[in-house]
């Protein structure tokens, strides 16, 4: 009986908490009224006039001053970070898992996270203000693989871009089916820098995912798209010794570009890059990748499969990426190796494992997880 009592309060009091929470996001949406807002950016050098209430994020980007975003605002991703000097309440429960103790102390917040409801003092690097929004025509869609698609973009307005290869886009999405919301998301660029007037994305269809199910099955080649562009510090740093790439899936796309441009600057550093993939199905790009190591005199593509079927007749490497990479970098000097990597969380953090139990050092660690 006791036990019963005690369970119903628990119930009631949540039921009437979450009553409570959900009152307050409705009155919140529809009844605060926080008038016009001033956002300063970099002591005076821009000052914005914003309705109060929305996010710093979308406030900002309304404004077309974009921060880099790769969950489109879900407080996910923790990429849309902005040191706020003034005008912020204490940090939100939301934002703790995305900051470290020395970026709370530097007043980094999760613009995505933080609502403007009075005027606010931020700042932002000077570099953001590349960041540019782009209409774009949807060229080609065709399939690289039963699961990747090759989206081909023609800028319209404006027609170029200028970007650092390794760089991503966020594309934007439309409304379909139940999706009513547009969303936006990071693909990486997978052409050369050079091909100013279109973008080329890999997208690896993931099940039930916003995005990529309207690439795969509702984007029509002829259709214009929205996107913002170029984004993200995953480049190709100074240096003269061996760079060690490693990717898997879409992970490609990045790669193929910095490969690209390294090939179209005559660069003569060495490159050894291992692509992870399941089966024989799963890999592409090979035609693209022999002819670059053609062009490229000291580039080596290694692909591997980790579970490869009888009739792929696979006579390659095996096993998951680990297992040749951890081949390759063992009992040698590894001083001053580079590494890239893309791909999934869990392929990069086992790969880092790798590389640093080898003596390659994490400041010269360089990857862009795709999650
Ligand atoms: C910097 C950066 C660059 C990226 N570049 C590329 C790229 O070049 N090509 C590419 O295909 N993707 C890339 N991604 C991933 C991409 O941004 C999206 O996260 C992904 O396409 C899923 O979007 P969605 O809207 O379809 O799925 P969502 O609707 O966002 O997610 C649906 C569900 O799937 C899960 N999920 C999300 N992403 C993945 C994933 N990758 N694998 C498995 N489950 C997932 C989510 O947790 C959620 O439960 C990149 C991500 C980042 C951060
Ligand atoms: S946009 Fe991803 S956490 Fe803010």
Known sequence: MAIKMVLLSV????????ILAALLVIAERYLANYGECKIDINQG???LTVQGGASLLSSLGREKIFLPSACGGRGTCGYCKCKVVEGVGPLLPTEEPLLDPKEREQQIRIACQVKVKQDLKIMIPEELFNIKEFDARVAVLKDLTYDIKLLRLQLLDPPEITFKAGQYAQLQTKPYENVKDAVSRAYSMASPPSSQNHIDLMIRLVPEGICTTWVHQYLKEGEQVKLIAPVGDFYVREGEGEMIMVAGGSGMAPLASILEDLAEKKSERKITYFFGAVKKR????LDEMHA???RLPNFRFVPALSAPDPED?????????TVPLQNYIQNRDNTGVQAYMCGSPGMINACVGVLTKHGIEKKNIFFDPFA
């Open 292 to 294: 670059l190591e053609q």
């Open 45 to 47: 050098n821009k000052v």
């Open 11 to 18: 119930v009631s009091v949540t039921g009437i908490s979450g």
């Open 313 to 321: 007749g696979w006579e390659g490497e095996t096993g998951l990426i």
């Open 282 to 285: 799963d890999l592409f790009y």
